[in-house]
């Protein structure tokens, strides 16, 4: 679990399965100094956690790029005239009790 | 000639520094946020305060600023366009019956994203289930003493961008973004396409930051480990 506490107790020994678990705090920024340089030196001589986190990073970036689409233009049109044609019933709904209380 | 190391290693960016490996993830810094939000909550407050005076013309300012950004949240949760314009058309309705109510805790986009995403989740809680997929089948595995247990750990981060057009990788994540289950779907696309902090997710989804960020992390491994399948590795 990527949790600040959690991430405090980690000493040099970090097996992978830790390094995973902190990879999130890695990339955020939010281990401490001291759990950040002993994650590097994890990194320093663990091919797989290096090759690990290259993959991880990669899959956020893509997650990232996948881009927005505009709203359809028939969406944008529909979705106005209902709103408009609801504010409009509220306004003669509005008047109408109006006059009644008045009358 | 001294042994390398796992970082000097000729593949990949395996020759970065660490701090530089770190900087993966970009999101605007802390400065730029607080001069964007206070810059958005000057103008939210406007236009909400137009809202609660039934100014029919802020609806739809409204609808200008946000419509395009909850139309992507709440089609990419649901996947499918018709239900995504009877979302939208909700969120917007409710908007302007709801502003009276709107006590200004959050930001005004909060408060959008949250309509959106409760009424997108709301729809495919209704819908037809899709069987959900394990998890555990995509998450990294370890031996006992905590080592992965498939190893090497293929590097394919390098090499997807020369074996796949753009449109590909796409489809495959989207194949993966499918297989969450709906509110991590959710988390993920707030965080990773909508660029929202970890406390602008725990307010919009109402869980803790701390769920958040566990949600977040666990999605990732497993968006990484489908992905991974699909290139033919093993997703540990």
Redesign the interface.
Known sequence: ???AKRASRTNAND????I??L???????RLTPPVRTE??RH????????????????????????G?????RN??R???A???Q??HRIVVLFFSLLAQTTA | MPAM???E?PR???SMS?AV??K??VKPSDATRVRRRRKSAQTDTAIVERLKNDD?EA??TV?DLY???L??VA??ILGE?AD??EV??DV??TV?RKAKFFKGDSQLSTWLYRLTVNAALGRVRRSKKKKEVEYEEFL?K?QE????RV????????T?DEKYAQRE??AL??KA?DQLKPLDKSI?ILS??E?LSDKEISATVSLTV?AV??R??RA??F??GH??VQLGHSAA
């Open positions: 679990m990527p949790t097996s992978c399965k830790k995973t678990d990879i999130f705090n890695y990339l955020t920024d994650f590097e990194l320093r001589i663990c091919p797989d956690c290096v090759n690990f986190l290259n993959t991880y990073k990669k899959t956020v970036s893509l997650s990232g790029s996948l927005t689409r505009e709203i359809p969406v944008r529909t979705v106005l209902f709103l408009r609801k504010m | 190391t796992a970082l290693a990949s960016r395996a660490p490996m770190r993966a993830i029919q609806l739809e609808f419509s395009k950004k139309y992507n089609q990419r366009a995504t314009e939208i058309q917007f309705w302007y990294p370890f003493d905590g080592h992965h190893r090497p750990v293929v590097d394919w981060s390098d997807l990788i796409q994540l989207g973004l993920i990773d396409l660029g701390s960020k566990t977040l992390h990732r491994l968006l990484r992905l991974a």
